[in-house]
């Protein structure tokens, strides 16, 4: 079965110095692998995708992902954090398995960017 | 182009009444998925529509739920006789075809009293 964890509850960091939010997965052949952030009684924005190609994905609001297959991991950086970067953010990955290609979602990480 | 829609945005019921929930996919798509957001839980599958046709309803507990995708209009998720549990944030997303990006609508907050 195919599955991401996001091994965070909770990410603190302070304004201007980078930030990483965990995910790993575990599926059987090549991952579609996303990254969604939700903010306060929103609906979930699309960041960035990896399907293939470079293992760096860039990305909306200045974010990006790295994709390391050796470790199963697809973390989302930014280099400078913003106070209105914290929200929720959910990786997920394809279900390749089924019809129609469900996503698959993390418990998600809660982002809190302070001043 | 305007995203995908959904309403209401807020929902109250009262145990036993039904709950219908509406999305209109973003124009040109004809994929929509539905998913929903319990309390302190991740976003879970529940099915997955094209248009008239139910593709994957794995996810969708088997008693009280139904989804439908019509020729013409929204997708609409129907919950009869709502019990407490069923409060969720309930979210469609959807997508021009099968392997592209899903993006989601704003939600819908079920609240069954």
């Known amino acids: 079965a195919q599955s991401v964890a996001q091994p965070e509850d909770q990410v603190n960091v302070a304004e201007g110095n980078p930030l990483t939010v965990k995910c790993t997965y575990s599926?059987?052949?090549?991952?579609?692998l996303f990254w969604y952030v939700q903010y306060p009684n929103r609906g979930l924005q699309f960041l960035l995708k990896?399907?293939?190609?470079?293992?760096l994905v860039k990305g909306s609001y200045g974010f990006e992902a790295e994709f390391n297959k050796s470790q199963t991991s697809f973390h989302l950086k930014k280099p400078s954090a913003l106070v209105s970067d914290s929200a929720l953010y959910f990786c997920?990955?394809?279900?390749?398995?089924?019809?129609?290609?469900?996503?698959?979602f993390g418990q998600g990480t809660e982002l809190s960017v302070k001043p | 182009n305007a995203g995908v829609m959904q309403n209401p945005r807020h929902l109250v019921r009262r145990r036993g009444q039904e709950a219908r929930l509406r999305c209109s996919p973003m124009k040109g798509h004809s994929h929509v998925y539905w998913y929903r957001q319990l309390p302190e839980e991740g976003l879970k599958f529940m099915v997955y529509?094209?248009?008239?046709?139910?593709?994957?309803e794995s996810g969708m507990p088997k008693e009280r739920f139904s989804a439908e995708f019509p020729k013409e209009g929204p997708s609409i998720l129907r919950i009869q006789q709502v019990v407490r549990g069923d409060s969720a944030a309930y979210f469609c997303?959807?997508?021009?075809?099968?392997?592209?990006?899903?993006?989601f609508g704003p939600g819908t907050r079920l609240l069954v009293l």
């Open positions: 997920a990955v394809r279900d390749l398995y089924n019809q129609g290609g469900k996503l698959i």
């Open positions: 990896y399907i293939t190609g470079d293992n």
């Open positions: 599926v059987s052949g090549n991952p579609y």
């Open positions: 997303a959807s997508s021009p075809a099968v392997e592209e990006t899903q993006y």
């Open positions: 529509l094209q248009k008239e046709n139910i593709i994957d």
